[in-house]
């Protein structure tokens, strides 16, 4: 169970070497979180995740996860659930793609949509349904800024995760009075692997930097949590501005 401050015993992880995602474990570990589950593609990477988790004192488990197979979700992710009850999911998993390459090759488009739109679709309605049969628990789903509005240099992502935030908004909705708490995160650009050797967009920021919003949002059992707070009114002037001026902004 949630600690009074909001703070989850158990967490899994959808995306278990996601940066975001493990400077996110790390800080709760820190506080309370001792079951660490990492659901993600079997890899090196993944299993050096669960042993620095490890290392700091977490009983960490991994389980295959496969955001495309979608058909294979509900049961990777069940068997989470029947081995204990999950105090938080962290939908973390997601692709950038190659806006410029992949508008040549729709089935690479197609495959970004389908890692961070349909796979966050199905794995998120088993996970919901799970910890609405617990009664308690937080959904916290990694958005983006990207998804506020469609920007000519990366629409592929950015409908993606248009698509990916406006599910989470109605799932939340669905769930709201049931026990179960649906977090929408938006950070905008986040110094991370999936960004690496990219100019820097206006307000960069770092997974830590996430991980820290994450859970002042946990804490206050917020809705929506932008990271920094700031874009959001950035973002809220931005979504007004007209078509023709926008498409000239260096975004
Ligand atoms: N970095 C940013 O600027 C930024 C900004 C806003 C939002 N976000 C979002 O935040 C989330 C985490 O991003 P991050 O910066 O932590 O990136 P990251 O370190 O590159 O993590 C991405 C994660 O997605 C996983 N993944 C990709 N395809 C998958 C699939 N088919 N099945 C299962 N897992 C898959 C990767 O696993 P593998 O190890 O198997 O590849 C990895 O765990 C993403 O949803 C991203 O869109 C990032």
């Known amino acids: 169970m949630k600690d009074a401050f909001g703070i989850p015993?158990?967490?899994?992880?959808?995306?278990?070497?996601?940066?975001?995602?493990?400077?996110?474990?790390?800080?709760?570990?820190?506080?309370?979180?001792?079951?660490?589950?990492?659901?993600?593609?079997?890899?090196?990477?993944?299993?050096?995740?669960?042993?620095?988790?490890?290392?700091?004192?977490?009983?960490?488990?991994?389980?295959?996860?496969?955001?495309?197979?979608?058909?294979?979700?509900?049961?990777?992710?069940?068997?989470?659930?029947?081995?204990?009850?999950?105090?938080?999911?962290?939908?973390a998993f997601g692709v950038l793609g190659d806006q410029a390459h992949d508008e040549g090759d729709p089935m690479a488009a197609v495959r970004v949509a389908q890692t961070n739109y349909t796979g966050a679709v199905s794995a998120g309605l088993v996970c919901a349904r799970a910890l609405q049969s617990q009664g308690h628990g937080s959904l916290v789903v990694l958005s983006s800024v990207a998804g506020e509005r469609a920007r000519r240099s990366n629409f592929i992502y950015g409908s993606s995760k248009a698509g990916l935030d406006a599910f989470a908004q109605g799932l939340g909705d669905a769930l709201h009075g049931t026990g179960v708490h649906v977090m929408v995160v938006r950070p905008g650009f986040v110094r991370s692997k999936m960004t690496a050797g990219m100019a820097e967009a206006p307000m960069a920021t770092t997974p830590d930097a996430v991980a820290v919003a994450i859970e002042t949002g946990l804490r206050r059992r917020s809705e929506t949590v932008w990271v920094p707070g700031a874009l959001r009114v950035v973002m809220a002037g931005l979504r007004h501005v007209p078509r023709p001026l926008f498409r000239r902004l260096p975004v």
């Open 9 to 91: 015993q158990s967490l899994l992880i959808l995306g278990g070497t996601s940066e975001i995602a493990l400077a996110t474990a790390r800080r709760l570990v820190t506080r309370r979180t001792r079951t660490v589950w990492l659901a993600g593609r079997p890899s090196p990477a993944l299993d050096k995740a669960a042993a620095g988790l490890r290392d700091i004192g977490a009983d960490v488990r991994t389980v295959a996860f496969d955001a495309l197979d979608a058909e294979s979700h509900e049961e990777a992710l069940g068997k989470v659930f029947t081995e204990g009850d999950i105090d938080m999911v962290l939908l």
